[in-house]
């Protein structure tokens, strides 16, 4: 299962503690840019993994993303581009389901 994760000082600590026990490639560290707001970080994330993931037929193509940390979904806009059809708000952010 890949796993993205928005870097911040205590994000990296997890990722370091991670690297070991995931396959090359199934744990990205996402950067924040400067000033970036924390819903376009957001943003960016799903528009990344939809490109490397959301293909149908391939083998890590995917239909739920389990987001921690944020208590908003993303736009109705980019939620319809993407293909999203539901949220579920969860103790721990929500999850968005194709």
């Known amino acids: 299962m890949p796993v993205w994760i928005i870097a911040s000082p205590l994000n990296d600590h997890a990722v370091a503690a991670l690297r070991s026990k995931f396959e090359d490639g199934h744990l990205t560290t996402l950067l924040r840019l400067p000033n970036e707001r924390s819903a376009d970080t957001l943003t960016r994330a799903l528009i ?8 149908e037929g391939q083998d ?22 993407l293909g999203f059809r539901s949220f579920v708000s969860t103790h721990y952010g929500f999850r968005a389901q194709k």
């Open 48 to 55: 990344a993994i939809d490109e490397h993931h959301g293909g």
């Open 60 to 81: 890590d193509s995917y239909e739920v993303v389990e987001v921690y940390g944020a208590k908003e979904p993303p736009s109705n806009k980019l939620s319809s581009e």
